[in-house]
């Protein structure tokens, strides 16, 4: 992991929102965007909340017609978190999203043709210490009539890169966006260079962090649903956050964008960039060795402990003697099963041996517990009370006893503790 990239830091929000920081010191910000129309006030509102509860430290709207702007008003009177308006082609909709209060725009000077307009813009902003992102999408580069030439021209420098003649692009765009802001000796700028293809995102953004000073917003876009976007994201996101590259970041789905939040935050907690909030579930693939429904218990263990627990609590949930106790030795609370029952530690301490139907709620009820008496003082996350002895794997539990016999899977063997 190499240190965070030096930027420039630029304040969002206000009193009552709150202020937050982009870049410099401050924390990588989450952000999502609502999918909702915003003209639709409560509904924006009710959205932007659900945003905020799951996590989200910035929320940006889109603003494409006046009624959008207009509904802004009151929508940034109701929310709770920072909004941004998502502004394109029509320049009058960023003046009247400041006018509503909005705490930053976000504008591709490429989509609005009249200099003078982007400068209103950026006057209007600077008057009023909004920060502006300017943002660069593979899909909404203008090309130029000498295309072909320009690209031959450009591609040049990244000639290597499968697609270097598009990272030369975008680099070259954002460099005259910049300067555009640079004239008017604006700097409370946030920049974006966004591509569907991981890879590139990661050039270009390595080329953007050692040609400009300003905070960078990460993010792959049109990455798709759930089921690929997150890969995708991940790869090219925590690839350059290792790289301390990064000061906020969007994940973008083709889905509930809670999902958004949920994985933007888990990125960031895996790489210890935040501190967590909220249980860490530590769970086994499973194997042949799998001696209960482990894949249901999960689903349901995390499902509940995501509601019921506030505190980072490391849980780990596990199919057998295997792994089982390896894992429950790192985990505050824990289950290993065998023969369809379950071994429940807390802080390395065996606490109870449970019929699989009975896992759940025993296991819930241990890590409630637990969060309670670290709460009031009388335990720590991460503190071991006792090393964790693991039972006999043909004895107590008779865990693979039947398998072994049968041929079906290897002795297991145990670590002496
Ligand atoms: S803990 Fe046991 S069941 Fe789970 S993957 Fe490891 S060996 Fe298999």
Do not use: W
């Amino acid at each position: 992991m190499q240190d965070r990239r030096k930027t420039r830091k630029v304040a969002i929000g206000d009193d009552r929102v709150g202020r937050k920081f982009i870049g410099g010191d401050a924390p990588i910000l989450v952000q999502t965007m609502t999918a909702g129309y915003t003209y639709d006030i409560d509904a924006c509102v009710a959205e932007i909340e659900r945003y905020r509860q799951a996590g989200a430290d910035v929320v940006r709207v889109a603003v494409p017609e006046r009624k959008d702007t207009d509904a802004l008003k009151e929508i940034i009177k109701q929310v709770k978190v920072p909004i941004v308006a998502d502004v394109h082609f029509h320049f009058q909709r960023a003046l009247e999203a400041v006018e509503a209060g909005v705490h930053k725009i976000r504008l591709n000077p490429g989509n609005i043709s009249d200099r003078d307009q982007v400068n209103k813009v950026i006057d209007a902003c600077k008057e009023r210490k909004i920060p502006i992102r300017i943002g660069v999408n593979e899909g909404s580069i203008i090309e130029r009539k000498d295309k072909q030439k320009r690209m031959e021209e450009l591609g040049k420098y990244f000639a290597g890169h499968k697609s270097g003649h598009l990272l030369a692009l975008m680099i070259a765009k954002l460099e005259e966006y910049v300067e555009i802001f640079q004239a008017r000796d604006f700097h409370d700028v946030v920049i974006s260079a966004k591509s569907m293809d991981p890879a590139l995102v990661i050039d270009v953004y390595t080329e953007i962090a050692n040609r400009f000073d300003y905070p960078l917003h990460l993010g792959v876009t049109h990455a798709g649903p759930k089921s690929t976007g997150a890969i995708r994201s991940v790869a090219a996101l925590s690839t350059l956050i290792a790289n301390g590259i990064g000061d906020t970041l969007r994940i973008s789905y083709a889905s509930d964008h809670v999902d958004e939040v949920k994985d933007g935050l888990e990125i960031l907690y895996c790489l210890g960039k935040r501190e967590r909030k909220g249980v860490e579930l530590i769970a086994c693939p499973t194997c042949g060795r799998i001696q209960v429904d482990l894949f249901t218990l999960v689903k349901e263990v995390e499902e509940k402990l995501a509601t019921d627990i506030e505190l980072p609590i490391k849980v780990a949930v596990m199919g057998c003697i295997v792994n089982g106790p390896g894992e429950a030795e790192g985990a505050d609370v824990a289950v290993f099963a065998g023969d369809r029952r379950g071994i429940i530690y807390v802080q390395g301490q065996r606490v109870a041996n449970v019929p699989e139907e009975e896992i759940l709620e025993r296991l819930l009820k241990e890590c409630k517990e637990f969060e309670a008496r670290v709460k009031r003082g009388e335990a720590k996350l991460g503190e071991k009370v006792v090393e964790i002895l693991p039972p006999d794997p043909i004895g107590e539990l008779g865990s693979g006893k039947e398998k072994i016999k049968a041929g079906l899977v290897e002795q297991i063997t145990v670590r002496a503790t």
